[in-house]
Structure formats: C-alpha cells, structure tokens
C-alpha cells in the first residue's frame, strides 16, 4: 500500500544526548502502529516530528495528502501548525484537556480552530462523543470525569476535524489494565475503523499486540519490526 508518512534518516540531537539516530519508517495508509521500546529510547521524538510538532536536525517525513506530497520535517512554523490543526490528531497520556472547560467544550474547540463555527462544532463534538460512550456526560467538566472517561473526550478531539492521521503517546499509560482495554478499542474503533491511520507509542505489550505492526525503537533507531498475531476487535484484545 502507498504510504501515507514516509520518514528516512530521521536524526535528533539535544546538546550530547542522540534521541534519534537514523531513523527510516513507512506508515500506509489505514494501519496501526505501535511504537515500543524503553523508556529514554526516543520514541517521544520519533511521534514528534513524525508529527511536526519539532523538527529534525536531518531527513524528511514525507505526507501524503489529496493535494500532493509534502515534507513535514521542512515545513515552515505556520505550515507545521496547520497540518497538526487539519491533518494530525493527537491523544496524550494525560489527555492534555482543558479542566476548566466541557467534555464538548474540548472536543469542539479543536472544530473552531479550523474555523469551524460553535454551534457546528458543537453539534459534531457531541455526535463524537456519543460515539465513544459519553452520552449524558457531554456536558460535565474534565475533572468530573474518569481517567478513561477523559481519555475518550481525548480520543473524541482528535477525531471530531476528520484528520487522516492520529499520533498517540502513551495513552493508556495512566489507566488500569481494564479501562486500558477499553480505551484501546475506542482509540482503534474510531481511527482504523474509520479508515484512518493511527501511530501510538505505548509499552504496554497489551495495547501494541493489538495494532497491525509494531516496531521497536533502542537507541534511537529501529531495533526490531513485527506484523502484530490475528487482530482483535474484542474489547479485552488477543495477547493477555
Ligand atoms: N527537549 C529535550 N531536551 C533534552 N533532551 C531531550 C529532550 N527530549 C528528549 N530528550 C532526550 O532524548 C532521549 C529520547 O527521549 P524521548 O524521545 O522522550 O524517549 P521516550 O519517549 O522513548 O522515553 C532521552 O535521552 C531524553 O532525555
Ligand atoms: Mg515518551
């Protein structure tokens, strides 16, 4: 399949520390990715400017997008920050929500910042999280929410502009191992399941078993590359 990232002689340097120290990856279009490895092994940095949320010392990340192929990595800031505004998703460890705002607050925000008016993004946000089993919370605040509850709202912005690609850190790395699972196929459901790509960073072994191909980073380079066993659509996964 046409890759939708194509990412060569990725390098990262901070001061004496090599985060990344040549890395090539090709992520098509549709599949799930996960990303292991030690804690320290640059799998952050890797998300990162696979993301363009920072640029590499050297290579390129190749986009794919309707219009053509573009080089994240080369971008200009402004570039960069409408790609993660129109094309990119992004589901953290801590759901990085706004506290003080609604569960639909938050979903709908990310609309608005595409110019999409309020009452619309309302209306889309709440469809989202109705979708991931929000129902009747829609309007409680982040803080009156689960840990898992949150990271649905989470799963729900990073879905609701339709962006083809979904990078997530670590997203279940603050849950128990149930609410993990649940989480896990919420986040697959609405990427995958929708024909979207999605690149998760996890150490979870759980969570990774139930993506399509899982690498593992050392180093700062690639050090392994699996085609994930028989994929699970089950709540609980295949690899307990
Ligand atoms: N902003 C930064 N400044 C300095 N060093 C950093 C920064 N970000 C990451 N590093 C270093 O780069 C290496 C890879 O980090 P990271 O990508 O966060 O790893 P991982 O996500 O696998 O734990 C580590 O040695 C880390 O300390
Ligand atoms: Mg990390």
């Avoid at 190749?62 to 094309?87: C, F, H, I």
């Avoid at 009452?119 to 840990?147: K, V």
């Avoid at 709202?153 to 990078?167: E, L, N």
Wanted: charged share 20%; glycine share 10%.
């Amino acid at each position: 399949m046409t890759p939708i990232l194509q990412a060569t002689g990725l390098v990262k340097t901070y001061g004496p520390t090599t985060a990344l120290a040549g890395i090539d990856l090709s992520v098509s279009a549709g599949e799930s990715l996960a990303i292991m490895g030690a804690s320290g092994s640059g799998k952050t940095t890797l998300l990162h400017v696979l993301a363009g949320i920072i640029t590499p010392d050297a290579g390129h990340v190749m986009l794919r997008t309707p219009t053509g192929a573009l080089d994240v990595a080369t971008q200009s800031d402004a570039e960069r920050s409408r790609l993660r505004r129109e094309s990119f998703g992004f589901v953290f460890q801590e759901g990085l929500l706004l506290p003080e705002l609604t569960a639909v607050e938050n979903v709908a925000l990310a609309l608005m910042l595409t110019d999409t008016p309020r009452a619309a993004a309302e209306e889309r946000a709440r469809r989202w999280l109705g979708t991931l089993g929000l129902a009747g919370l829609e309007d409680r605040r982040i803080g009156q929410l689960s840990g898992g509850q949150a990271q649905r709202v989470a799963i729900a912005r990073a879905q609701v502009t339709g962006a083809p690609v979904v990078f997530a850190d670590e997203p279940t790395g603050a849950l128990d191992s149930r609410t993990s699972a649940d989480v896990m196929s919420a986040l697959l459901d609405a990427t995958t399941g929708q024909g979207r790509t999605l690149v998760v960073v996890t150490h979870d072994n759980t969570v990774a078993a139930r993506c399509s191909r899982i690498i593992r980073v050392q180093d700062g380079r690639v050090s392994g590359e699996w085609a994930a066993p028989a994929r699970s659509t089950s709540p609980v996964g295949g690899a307990r």
